[in-house]
Each structure stands twice: as C-alpha cells, then as structure tokens.
C-alpha cells in the first residue's frame, strides 16, 4: 500500500495521489550543481562518495507497489524480507544492466538501453532526489516527463548564496553574513571579520554548493585567517580565475539545529510536512529528533517562513519537496533560514516509516551507525544481530532505512566503513536513549577487532 | 626538519584540528578510514602545515595517494620541503 504522505507528493506533484514514480535517489546532486561554481580550494578527492551514491536504497522505503527505483546494486534479499515483514509493499527494483562503480545511477541508467526501454515503457513520471543534467538526460531518452523542473532551476535555487538572498528579500531574519562571488568581494569581507575572529568570534565560510558539513571551513583563530586568504588568493593569481561563490556567517551560539521540510505543488500551494530537531554530542552531528522541543510561537514562525520561501521558489520555476535548515539562537532566537536544500531531503525518504511506525505521541530518532568491517555483511546478520531491538516492545523498536551503505565500501582494504541507517521509535526522550546505547552496542559486536 | 619532527608536526596539527589526543598513532595510521578526517579538515590541516612548515600546497594538485597515511603525508611534505631548499 502506498503511505498517505507518499501520494501527498504525488498530489502535489501531478495533480494525482496515484501516479506511478520511478524515483532515483541521487544524493550527490550537489556535486553536479556546484559544476560551474567555484568554492573554496579544495582536495579533489573525497572518501565517501560511494557510500553517498549507496544511500540510494533509501528509496526502498519510500516508493509503494506502483513505484519504481532505479539503483546500481540489487537490494539485499534479507533486507528486502525484513522491510515487507514490516509490511511495506516495495517498489518495483531496476538496475540498469551496465553498472560501472565510478559512475552515478543515472549515469549508468543511460549507458543501459534494455533498461532504458523498460523505463520508457512506464506510465509514470521520473522523480529525481533533486534534477541535474544527466536526470534531465535520463526524462528525455525515456520519454518519461519530469516531476519537478529541470536542473537549471534546482541549480540556481540550491545555492547558499540564493537562500540568503531570499531570506532578506522575504523579511526573514537573518544570520549575520555576506555572500560572495569573487575573490576580491571575499577578501574585503576577510578584512572587515578578522578583527572580530582576533576577539575570539568564529566565522564560517561555505561553498555556495557545499554538502552538508562539506566546503566549509571554521575560522576562529587569525591564523586562520590568514591560511584561507594565502590560499584563495594564491589560487586566483594561478588560475587567472577570480570567481568565489561563498557565504561567510558569523558562528551564532545556539540551542540546536532544526531541519524543516514543505512540498510546493505545481499550483504554487505549499504544504509543510514537518520540523525536526538536530540532535548533536560533543558538537557531532548525531541525527534528527521528532518532535522537535519548540514552543509553539516558533513553529507558527517556521510555517510562516515555509509560506514565504516556497512562494519565492515557486515564482523562482520551482515545484517540489524542499527542506529548510534553521537556527535556534542560545538566546532563543529562532533564525529560520540557514540555507534551503530543494530536493528530497533524509527526512523524506523517512516520511514513510515514521507515518506507519511512529505512533502518536510517541518520540523518533534518525540516525546512522558507522561500523568497521572486516568484510561484507549480509543484512541478516545485521538482523540476526539486533534481534529483539528490531521488533515492537512496549512501544519501542529500531527501524533499519538503509542496509545498503553497510558494504559500499566493501571493495576498500579491511577494516572498511560502512553505515547502517534508522529510525528508533520510543515513547520518551529518555527510552530513545536507552535504545540509541542499546543498538550501539549490539553493533559494536559486528566489527572489526 | 627531520623525518621525526615532520611526523611530530602532522600529529600535532592533527590533534588541534580533530581536538582529541592521538598518543598511539604510527605511520601507518590512516587519515581517512582510522582519523576520520573528512574534506573540511583536510584544508584546516594543510592551512597549519603550510603555517608550520613554510611548505606551499596547492591543494588541488593533491593526490589521494598523499592522504592515504600519516607516512604518506610526511613523504609528501619531505618532498615539497626539499624544493623549497
């Protein structure tokens, strides 16, 4: 059966709650956007881009029976037995018949034709976590329309630079800050801040197309100052080149992140999903937590910033699921708009489980566990390995969203990393703990001595 | 600046950057897999290396290979330091 959160998506999307979607999950859009931009100087090699690419299999949870999911590597069986034991009904898997590991999905897609002709046998519409060139590529060999515009809009609506543009054309406040387009533009802003980083403030400069917790760098000591200076000035008198697209905030103490979504339908309307609270330790990133701890006043103010935001997206081309990141100030102050991400975002391809799975009242955790493996690990070992963790007690359980990033890099030398994604689902704050140190521990037994 | 010293240097900058103690690492300790170092702190630590060093990276002619361990980052900056002098 299809969720009714899935074919709100449809609804929005096509004008009808039961349209087929082939869904392609392509979490490295961003590499594709930032293509004609220029971030910070960077080393042009990154470790986990397979296991990026491997989150894919997110999608398994999303999509229902009328669905497809375009992937490079077959789900595994166990986790395919363990996901309708939980009583989803799957999307219809494709992988396309030419998979080379240094390209992306779609990339394959369209060096596959016998894949190619079954999607163009579908009557459905391509849903892309976010459209780039080769997705657009990918609709046209098909004959497959798009669900959401084409990538020259999500290109130009994803940039950090635009978000903070809209939020002061939309009256939202916010985060002290510049935005820079080349590197002259940036120095200036260098020099105005580097009195302020000698007092003890910290700066952060991010890649208008910088991943989460990528293409940023924290400056909170003048030496540092000076090392990213010496760098983007010495690249520019190399390469001739003075274009940097960045942003420069200043770093504001706060209570926690939040991470809210809303979908604007092809009409304009927009429809806010939901709000999530970051949950960090020791300034880590460790996951999302529902509900969110915000008095209501603020998020009456998120609501607000959703009406606003996804009205400019949609006057901007744009239609779609798009997620927002938010500050709550130490001082209460709530921030609304850090930087939108337009596209799919984690918490959608969660949106499915945490309506069937998380009772009311109830509390969730979204996280991922990373593990070091000696070798690859079929997902009923995992399985086998959490057991009674992953069953209902006392309202309280884990559910695995992606087993198929455990063995991305199982090509890589031993130990390898891996990572298993969830959902953990207690009555209380203090239960998600419990079972948060439960699981943990569980998987500890799985790794590398 | 000798082969111990260079070591020294890239633990120490490591150890600010990450802000833990790293008192059992070796050579062989790799930056990616074991150190968790991720793209962002690799530039933080090429920024405090250049600072120690005196050495000039262009961060963009880096190879993975270069990053793969402690050891292979050492070589690396023994090379760049050689040219220099």
Known sequence: MTTDYLRGIKKALTGDGSTPLVLVCNFEAEAFWAERYLGLPSVPFSASTRLVRRMEELGVLLGGPDDYLVVSEDVDPGFRRYAEDLGFALPTVLVPENVDPARSTTENALASPELLARLGGIDGVLLPMGTTVPEQKLAEETGLPLAVPGAEVFERVNSKIYGRRVAAAGGLRPVPGFECETTAEFLAVLDELEPLVAQGERVVVKDAYGVSGKGLVVLDAAVKVAGVRKLVTRRAARTGDDRLHVVVERWLPKRFDLNYQFTVGRDGAVAFDFVKQALTEDGVHKGHLVPAELPPHHHEELRRAADVIGARLHADGFSGVAGVDAILGADGVLYPLLEINARLNMSTYQGGVTERLLPPGHTALARHYTLRLDGRLPFDHVRATLGALLDERDGERVVVTCAGTVNANAADDAPFEGRLYAVLVAPDRSRLAALDAATQTALTTLESR | ?85
């Open chain 2, 1 to 85: 600046m000798d082969r111990p010293s260079v070591v020294k240097t890239i633990v120490n900058a490591l150890s600010e950057i990450m802000q833990r103690e790293y008192s059992e690492v070796t050579e062989e300790t790799r930056l990616f897999e074991d150190l968790h170092l991720d793209s962002t702190s690799v530039l933080t630590l090429l920024m405090a290396l250049e600072d120690q060093t005196g050495i000039e990276v262009d961060p963009e002619s880096l190879q993975m290979e270069n990053f793969q361990t402690i050891g292979t980052l050492a070589d690396y900056i023994e090379g760049n330091l050689d040219v220099s002098v």
